[in-house]
């Protein structure tokens, strides 16, 4: 079992930065792909980013290319989303989620509560 507690969402303007926060308690975290999702208000859950267990590959959605980076400590057990560059269109509630498989789909095996990013324009 994972427990997965998401942190650092808020509200922020067009253009600014928000760095979010996942800390994993639970069976061993470095074992895991991480991935990042978010899910606004009448919209599917979407994927934004995952990273393997090693940290050594990384993916993204297009729309958050060179804007979002996600990381992670495996010492912290802990996973990361910089998000630079805002737009109001990132607003939604983001999801960190952990699979031992690195994938882009939305079957990943445990999911934190989600927290709020709100960009306002």
């Known amino acids: 079992q994972v427990q997965l507690v998401e942190s650092g969402g808020g509200l922020v303007q067009a253009g600014d930065s928000l760095r979010l926060s996942c800390a994993a308690s639970?069976?061993?975290?470095?074992?895991?792909?991480m991935g990042w999702f978010r899910q606004a208000p009448g919209k599917e859950r979407e994927f934004v980013a995952a990273?393997?267990?090693?940290?050594?590959?990384?993916a993204y959605t297009d729309s958050v290319k060179g804007r979002f980076t996600i990381s992670r400590d495996n010492a912290k057990s802990t996973v990361y989303l910089q998000m630079d560059s805002l737009k109001p269109e990132d607003t939604a509630v983001y999801y960190c989620?952990?699979?031992?498989?690195?994938?882009?789909?939305?079957?990943?095996?445990?999911w934190g509560q989600g927290t709020q990013v709100t960009v306002s324009s």
């Open positions: 989620a952990a699979d031992p498989d690195f994938k882009r789909s939305t079957s990943y095996e445990y």
């Open positions: 639970g069976r061993t975290f470095s074992r895991y792909a």
């Open positions: 990273i393997s267990g090693p940290g050594f590959v990384r």
